[in-house]
């Protein structure tokens, strides 16, 4: 068999074989298919897809690249785990995974950094004094068996093959495949060891699917994905045009965690937690009712279970987040009702505070984010303060991330959506 063979038939729109599919993983990681290769083969799926077999196959071999983790502890106690594919304000991981385990769930949570616009749930971590995101497989089973759950960045040897073909896809315009955005995210989920997952698909102008459909596409590719490879899968659609919260950023996300956790958060981003860890109990076959759900942040047992975490990965107690240097108010500039704010505009200024990176190498600033002052539908008199923003990058940061607020606000009402794929 020849490589370039191998191209050519996918890009003919044909259907490629296991033992080709091999083939091509197969001399990529041993040095015999070029990068060049592998960038062809992957733009030709770009364009012609892979099928249902082909994508298993592909995915087992990126998979089979490294070392799965395995948590064999209490049987008793499911593995689950959630991924989302990404929103503005989207803190739901820093709530759900202590939750879950409050509710008697093991949560082997590896997470990952923000790059562009998207937050990044280990970077929110890191404005805790002391979280640490990096730990070896035995210290993730040791923290994982004492306070049932962990968030914490991939191993080195975890499919290390999406970490290079990743790479490539970012440098030659191959990211936007369904197929190569399905294998990638599952066979991480796949080889971390979860057993139950849940997938939250998000469409709308501040995720990377910006219609429904897009994100329909997606999420039945990796349910399919999930549930052939041996992990239990749902995804839960939901739109996100509008701010998660009332925060966007690093500590200010923190910080809005942890009043979610005490039971004291925003409706909306309640609201998801809720829905998305009824469904991954339940998914599991061991239903929670909503209502116990609520028991554990109003009773702190889900605030107890995140400290512990915090604790066990580094950070010294009682949590103390980064301090910024620079704060700014933001005031209203009209009287007029308040509502969610647009999430692209959101973005835009948290990442001109700090928050984002636009390259893998870059750093973000732990400090920075925007906090909306006021709740949703309330009316609001011009030169009442509306945000909070916060960084240590200095003026001009703040100036450029004011300008995004203002461009975010708008007294249009949100319609938030959530569909489910089983
Ligand atoms: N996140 C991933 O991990 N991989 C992709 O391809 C896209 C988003």
Redesign the pocket.
């Known amino acids: 068999v020849q490589t370039q063979d191998i191209i050519h038939k996918k890009r003919l729109g044909e259907k490629l074989t296991d033992s080709e599919i091999g083939f091509i993983w197969d001399g990529y990681l041993r040095g015999t298919v070029s990068e060049a290769q592998l960038a062809a083969l992957a733009m030709a799926i770009v364009f012609q897809d892979l099928d249902t077999d082909e994508l298993t196959t592909w995915t087992s071999c990126m998979i089979d690249s490294g070392q799965r983790l395995s948590y064999a502890d209490n049987p008793s106690l499911p593995l689950v785990d959630k991924h989302s594919?990404?929103g503005v304000g989207d803190k739901v991981s820093l709530v759900l995974a202590p939750l879950m385990s409050a509710a008697g769930f093991r949560v082997p949570m590896i997470s990952?950094r923000s790059l562009g616009y998207t937050g990044g749930t280990l970077d929110k971590l890191e404005a805790i004094n002391g979280f640490s995101v990096s730990h070896t497989p035995a210290e993730l089973t040791r923290i994982l068996s004492e306070c049932g759950c962990f968030i914490a960045a991939a191993t080195d040897d975890l499919v290390p093959a999406?970490k290079r073909l990743?790479a490539l896809?970012d440098v030659t315009s191959t990211?936007a495949s369904p197929a190569?955005?399905a294998?990638?995210?599952m066979s991480?989920k796949i080889a971390s060891g979860v057993k139950h997952l849940v997938l939250d698909v998000k469409f709308g102008k501040g995720a990377?699917c910006e219609t429904y459909e897009a994100a329909l596409t997606l999420a039945r590719r990796m349910v399919g994905l999930g549930n052939a490879s041996g992990v239990r899968t749902i995804a839960c659609l939901t739109s996100m045009d509008r701010l998660i919260g009332l925060t966007a950023g690093n500590a200010a996300e923190v910080r809005e965690s942890l009043d979610t956790l005490g039971g004291e958060g925003p409706a909306d981003l309640t609201d998801l937690v809720l829905n998305l860890a009824e469904g991954l109990a339940e998914l599991a076959g061991k239903p929670v009712s909503r209502a116990e759900f609520i028991r554990l942040l109003k009773n702190g047992d889900a605030l107890t279970s995140f400290a512990t975490m915090c604790a066990l990965q580094g950070a010294s107690l009682p949590l103390t987040l980064k301090a910024p240097t620079d704060t700014r108010e933001i005031l209203a500039p009209r009287s007029a009702k308040f509502e969610a704010p647009l999430a692209e505009g959101v973005a835009r200024a948290a990442f001109a505070l700090g928050s984002g990176r636009s390259l893998p190498e870059d750093d973000t600033d732990p400090t920075a984010g925007v906090t909306f002052l006021v709740a949703p539908g309330t009316y609001v008199h011009e030169g009442t303060p509306i945000a909070l923003l916060e960084t240590s990058r200095g003026a001009n940061a703040l100036d450029e991330a004011e300008r995004y607020v203002y461009a975010s606000l708008t007294d249009v009402p949100a319609a938030r959506v959530a569909d489910w794929i089983r």
Do not use: Q, V
Request: hydrophobic share 35%.
């Open positions: 594919t990404g990952g999406d990743y896809r990211i190569l955005i294998s990638s995210i991480k990377f």
